[in-house]
């Protein structure tokens, strides 16, 4: 059993500086993987930014501390926040085996790899500069600091673009490659398990429909608008039966709701709105692909819940989850998908359904945190 101290102070996307309060934390990416490790025998402690914690007290299985940030208009909380406070914790806490990290270019990552070095692992999900102020404080850090001053502790890409990327300027970038991971466990409660200890017991998922689903905030760059026209050709092409789900809301809801009467599809594309986990994923897992048309994102943990759930996925090849998508054929990776794309997902549904099923343990948050803990072995031995 080992202790693990996981900084991540921003657990959700906000896209304005105004973060919209939750009241849980218990469906954000980073605390999925703090119970694969706590699956796994370990102590987990969770460090997040104060912007971040839940509206509701609630009760975790592990350590949760979240710490004050400041200088805000420097150090914005929705994409860089400063915490204080976590150069002095680390100091007065050495019992931590291993420090996880969430991204180089970040003042929470310098100060472990500066504190902590031989016990820092930095996970790291960018490809490419940090857009802020026109790239240059991402081209600075990246060459000075991460260069220089972080060049001691081990890198965990969450992607192979991210690899190929951070490799330029640090050495220690593992050949180990580990995504998001899902709580499948948490998966098994939604849907029910079958079987016996003699023939094996498997997760139940619903039967396939005749339907689509999009999980996304409902915003300009996640092009849902390109998702509702496509699907309109689609329609048209003979699958008057086929219905299209939207998880989510934002700014361009209304917008999108007009394109929908435009076409004539009010009773083919149903708004769902906001749903938590226990009410979206029954709804992807009950669909023969979820659809994603983003311009800008890197990891999306929407892709790998729809996959943990055995449905494919249609996407562009922005998200880094393109390019395991395309090796393992778990759906369609290809830019200006059309409905060629959908026919083609619902013709072969089987066989990409079986691979992802075949895929999910992989992104198991347990499976995850095993990997984390192979890397850390490997850097004791290097």
Not at 306 to 318: H, K, L, M, Q, Y
């Amino acid at each position: 059993m080992s202790s693990v101290l996981i900084i991540n102070p921003i657990l959700y996307t906000s896209e304005t500086n105004k973060i919209p309060r939750t009241d849980s934390i218990k469906d954000t990416m980073i605390y999925a993987l703090c119970m694969g490790f706590v699956r796994n025998g370990h102590n987990v402690t969770l460090i997040a930014a104060q912007d971040y914690a839940p509206v509701r007290e609630e009760s975790y299985p592990f350590e949760v501390i979240f710490m004050r940030t400041v200088w805000h208009r420097i150090f914005m909380p929705r994409c860089f926040p400063y915490m204080p406070g976590l150069r002095s914790y680390l100091r007065r806490h050495r019992e931590y085996d291993m420090v996880i990290a969430s991204e180089i270019f970040a003042p929470w990552s310098y100060t472990a790899a500066r504190v902590c070095p031989d016990k820092t692992i930095v996970w790291h999900e960018l490809a490419a500069h940090n857009n802020m102020l026109h790239r240059i404080p991402s081209v600075i850090w990246y060459n000075t600091v991460a260069r220089c001053l972080m060049r001691k502790v081990r890198v965990v890409p969450r992607s192979e673009a991210a690899a190929a990327f951070v490799r330029q300027f640090m050495r220690r970038v593992s050949d180990t490659v580990i995504d998001h991971g899902v709580n499948l466990e948490k998966l098994d409660t939604i849907f029910g398990r079958e079987g016996t200890q003699e023939t094996g017991v498997k997760t139940v998922l619903p039967e396939k429909k005749k339907q689509f689903a999009v999980v996304s905030q409902l915003i300009g760059r996640k092009r849902i608008d390109r998702i509702i026209e496509v699907f309109a050709e689609f329609v048209q092409k003979g699958y008057e039966e086929y219905k299209l789900y939207i998880i989510g809301s934002g700014e361009k809801e209304e917008q999108l709701r007009m394109l929908v009467q435009e076409k004539q599809l009010q009773d083919r594309i149903v708004f769902c709105g906001q749903m938590t986990h226990a009410q979206l994923l029954p709804v992807v897992a009950g669909s023969e692909a979820l659809l994603v048309y983003t311009s800008k994102d890197n990891n999306m943990v929407s892709i790998v819940e729809s996959i943990a759930v055995g449905t494919p996925v249609v996407t562009t090849s922005v998200p880094y989850n393109a390019a395991y998508i395309r090796r393992e054929q778990l759906g369609i990776a290809e830019d200006d998908w059309t409905e060629e794309a959908l026919i083609k997902i619902v013709e072969d549904n089987g066989l990409y359904r079986q691979n992802c099923l075949r895929y999910r343990r992989k992104l198991s948050n347990t499976f995850c945190a095993e990997r984390f803990m192979d890397v850390r072995a490997s850097s004791e031995g290097s």
